[in-house]
Nanobody, 125 residues
Framework: QVQLVESGGGLVQAGGSLRLSCATSGRTFSNYAMGWFRQAPGKEREFVAAISRGGITTNYADSVTGRFTISRDNAKKTVYLQMNSLKPEDTAVYYC??????????????????WGQGTQVTVSS
């Protein structure tokens, strides 16, 4: 069993930055590949970024490549999403997810086993 709690969301103007954090429970954080997804009203949950167990390999959605950076600190059992050059279309609830079975940095919702409750990010124009 693992629990994930996101924080760091808020309201920011276009062009601004935010850093999201996902704190996890348990003592086996390093066994999990981690991902960030987002969901806007009326839209399906979409992939944002993922990072491998050791933090060496990352994967990004085309829409955020060059603007967002995913990282992890296994000692702190925390994964981060640094978001720069934010756009109004980035507005969504952002979810942290964990997988205990992935052999790669997956980009599909059904590849992840555990989910946080989400944190709201709103980007104004």
């Amino acid at each position: 069993q693992v629990q994930l709690v996101e924080s760091g969301g808020g309201l920011v103007q276009a062009g601004g930055s935010l850093r999201l954090s996902c704190a996890t429970s348990g003592r086996t954080f390093s066994n999990y590949a981690m991902g960030w997804f987002r969901q806007a009203p009326g839209k399906e949950r979409e992939f944002v970024a993922a990072i491998s167990r050791g933090g060496i390999t990352t994967n990004y959605a085309d829409s955020v490549t060059g603007r967002f950076t995913i990282s992890r600190d296994n000692a702190k059992k925390t994964v981060y999403l640094q978001m720069n050059s934010l756009k109004p279309e980035d507005t969504a609830v952002y979810y942290c997810a964990a997988s205990n079975s992935l052999r790669r940095v997956g980009a599909e919702v059904d590849e992840y086993d555990y989910w946080g409750q989400g944190t709201q990010v709103t980007v104004s124009s």
